[in-house]
């Protein structure tokens, strides 16, 4: 054996005994931390740490996408003057030369709303039929009707109200969220996903949605299921205890922290908190899931069955999810895209989220939360004052989002769109300003809000962003 081969058989020795010893201390040292539920070491602090760019008025953010697109003209945007021309032609002067997705080239044709508008709450707010139970807390949201995209097709579209950019592959909004104020819950993610469906075409949701892009990993949204067990494999094997599982995550982990300095690779150090977070959860989930302990009347406010699937238990379960310190929770219900059928389509959809909508807002604000919760509630884009057969086409010119909770001055209506619902007029608003208003509530300033990524400063809002003044208290 030379000298070289000496050193190799050493080297490796070496690493043997240090990994050997290195395990012991370090699975003595973990598997008591986890097992005992301390709250302490491996919680992520967020780039902020204990403080905020500005005073924040929020802790956290509860997001319901409508999945689809849900129509403006059907929701919180009343035209009387649409429901004068229905059956018309469309004047050409509000679509010549415009971005049309289906309807391009095809008669077009104006299409008035097919329900009923009211006045509801002390400010008035005009909100359409189908929705009786949003309707009962008009005096706490603030309506944004002049809301625009750039994206016409549905994929894209949520790509963009996610991440701010038409480019797969940048951070979503919970991702940045969580990467700058991290997370208050030791033992469950920082940001959790929920789908559910019904009320038309359910168009497929994507986890890029959802992703943490050139942010390390562990800032991707953790998608829990509606029905059956919420995590795969969250229970162990037959015949694997709690304490044999514990052991088997310091062995990895004991490893991973070899390769971490050996390599300094920000995703090894990602890995070994994930690896820590899926064994609390193993203890956390279902605790969390478990509804037994929830008053009928609660229940009854919501309108669900524990574990049904459906939104409303969904919005339950973002309730209690909120109050054991997740950051950011996004709701999706897909059934919003109606092409055709939207007399006979749409209440159903609207039947799906306006009960659980509203209960969540209440539930929120009698037990103290709606003041450090952001809700918001809104689709990609909207839907064309033009008929598409029996329904409406994508549209980006103009639509309605409503925001709600802390900040927020409720009864309050922003923005409009023209006498048609075609483009945003009065103070159109970007995905960027939402964005943009979004973190301001946080307490973080979007411009200072930074990740540098392939040699540039990159930020949700990119180089806009402006504060939509007009629904802040």
Same mark, same amino acid.
């Given at each position: 054996?030379?000298?070289?081969?000496?050193?190799?058989?050493?080297?490796?020795?070496?690493?043997?005994?240090?990994?050997?010893? #290195?395990?012991? #201390?370090?699975?003595?040292?973990?598997?008591?931390?986890?097992?005992?539920?301390?709250?302490?070491?491996?919680?992520?602090?967020? =780039?902020?740490?204990?403080?905020?760019?500005?005073?924040?008025?929020?802790?956290?953010?509860?997001?319901?996408?409508?999945?689809?697109?849900?129509?403006?003209?059907?929701?919180?945007?009343?035209?009387?003057?649409?429901?004068?021309?229905?059956?018309?032609?469309?004047?050409?002067?509000?679509?010549?030369?415009?971005?049309?997705?289906?309807?391009?080239?095809?008669?077009?044709?104006?299409?008035?709303?097919?329900?009923?508008?009211? $006045?509801?709450?002390?400010?008035?707010?005009?909100?359409?039929?189908?929705?009786?139970?949003?309707?009962?807390?008009?005096?706490?949201?603030?309506?944004?009707?002049?809301?625009?995209?750039?994206?016409?097709?549905?994929?894209?579209?949520?790509?963009?109200?996610?991440?701010?950019?038409?480019?797969?592959? &940048?951070?979503?909004?919970?991702?940045? =969220?969580?990467?700058?104020?991290?997370?208050?819950?030791?033992?469950?993610?920082?940001?959790?996903?929920?789908?559910?469906?019904?009320?038309?075409?359910?168009?497929?949701?994507? #986890?890029?949605?959802?992703?943490?892009?050139?942010?390390?990993?562990?800032?991707?949204?953790?998608?829990?299921?509606?029905? %059956?067990?919420?995590?795969?494999?969250?229970?162990?094997? @037959?015949?694997?205890?709690?304490?044999?599982?514990?052991?088997?995550? @310091?062995?990895? @982990? %004991?490893?991973?922290?070899?390769?971490?300095?050996?390599?300094?690779?920000?995703?090894?150090?990602?890995?070994?908190?994930?690896?820590?977070?899926?064994?609390?959860?193993?203890?956390?989930?279902?605790?969390?899931?478990?509804?037994?302990?929830?008053? !009928?009347?609660?229940?009854?406010?919501?309108?669900?069955?524990?574990?049904?699937?459906?939104?409303?238990?969904?919005?339950?379960?973002? &309730? $209690?999810?909120?109050?054991?310190?997740?950051?950011?929770?996004?709701?999706?219900?897909?059934?919003?895209?109606?092409?055709?059928?939207?007399?006979?389509?749409?209440?159903?959809?609207?039947?799906?989220?306006?009960?659980? =909508?509203?209960?969540?807002?209440?539930?929120?604000?009698?037990?103290?939360?709606?003041?450090?919760?952001?809700?918001?509630?809104?689709?990609?884009?909207?839907?064309?004052?033009?008929? !598409?057969?029996?329904? &409406?086409?994508?549209?980006?010119?103009?639509?309605?989002?409503?925001?709600?909770?802390? %900040?927020?001055?409720?009864?309050?209506?922003?923005?409009?769109?023209?006498?048609?619902?075609?483009?945003?007029?009065?103070?159109?608003?970007?995905?960027?300003?939402?964005?943009?208003?979004?973190?301001?509530?946080?307490?973080?300033?979007?411009?200072?809000?930074?990740?540098?990524?392939?040699?540039?400063?990159?930020?949700?809002?990119?180089?806009?962003?402006?504060?939509?003044?007009?629904?802040?208290?």
């Amino acid at each position: 054996m030379n000298l070289s081969d000496f050193n190799k058989v050493q080297d490796f020795s070496s690493r043997r005994t240090f990994l050997k010893r #290195s395990l012991s #201390s370090l699975g003595a040292f973990a598997i008591g931390d986890l097992l005992a539920g301390s709250d302490g070491q491996n919680i992520w602090k967020g =780039t902020l740490g204990s403080g905020t760019h500005i005073q924040p008025k929020v802790k956290r953010v509860i997001h319901l996408c409508m999945a689809g697109g849900p129509s403006h003209l059907e929701t919180f945007d009343y035209k009387p003057e649409l429901e004068k021309l229905h059956g018309q032609a469309m004047p050409e002067s509000f679509t010549k030369g415009e971005q049309l997705a289906q309807l391009q080239g095809s008669a077009l044709r104006v299409m008035g709303p097919e329900f009923g508008f009211e $006045r509801h709450g002390e400010s008035g707010m005009m909100i359409n039929n189908q929705f009786p139970h949003i309707a009962s807390v008009a005096d706490d949201i603030a309506v944004v009707r002049s809301m625009y995209t750039e994206q016409i097709n549905h994929d894209p579209a949520h790509t963009f109200f996610n991440t701010g950019s038409i480019i797969p592959g &940048r951070p979503c909004m919970g991702a940045w =969220t969580l990467y700058g104020l991290g997370s208050v819950s030791s033992n469950l993610p920082g940001y959790v996903v929920l789908t559910s469906e019904g009320g038309g075409q359910a168009q497929p949701i994507s #986890s890029k949605q959802w992703h943490n892009g050139f942010l390390p990993s562990k800032f991707q949204g953790v998608q829990l299921q509606s029905k %059956g067990d919420p995590v795969y494999y969250v229970n162990n094997p @037959n015949g694997i205890n709690r304490d044999a599982q514990g052991d088997l995550i @310091n062995t990895i @982990n %004991g490893l991973n922290h070899l390769h971490l300095e050996e390599s300094h690779d920000r995703e090894i150090a990602a890995r070994i908190a994930q690896y820590e977070l899926a064994f609390k959860m193993q203890a956390s989930v279902p605790e969390l899931t478990d509804f037994a302990n929830e008053p !009928q009347h609660v229940l009854d406010l919501y309108g669900c069955q524990p574990g049904d699937g459906s939104f409303a238990s969904n919005c339950l379960m973002a &309730r $209690r999810l909120a109050e054991r310190g997740v950051r950011f929770i996004q709701l999706y219900h897909r059934g919003w895209d109606h092409h055709g059928g939207l007399k006979q389509n749409f209440p159903v959809a609207a039947k799906h989220v306006d009960q659980g =909508t509203a209960a969540l807002i209440k539930d929120l604000k009698m037990r103290g939360m709606l003041d450090d919760t952001l809700v918001i509630w809104g689709g990609e884009f909207g839907r064309t004052p033009m008929a !598409q057969g029996t329904g &409406r086409d994508h549209h980006i010119k103009g639509f309605s989002v409503f925001f709600a909770g802390g %900040g927020i001055k409720g009864g309050t209506v922003y923005g409009s769109t023209d006498e048609l619902g075609y483009a945003a007029t009065e103070h159109p608003t970007s995905i960027h300003d939402l964005h943009m208003t979004m973190l301001h509530l946080l307490g973080v300033d979007h411009k200072q809000h930074t990740f540098r990524f392939q040699g540039r400063d990159f930020r949700l809002t990119d180089v806009h962003g402006h504060l939509i003044k007009g629904i802040l208290a």
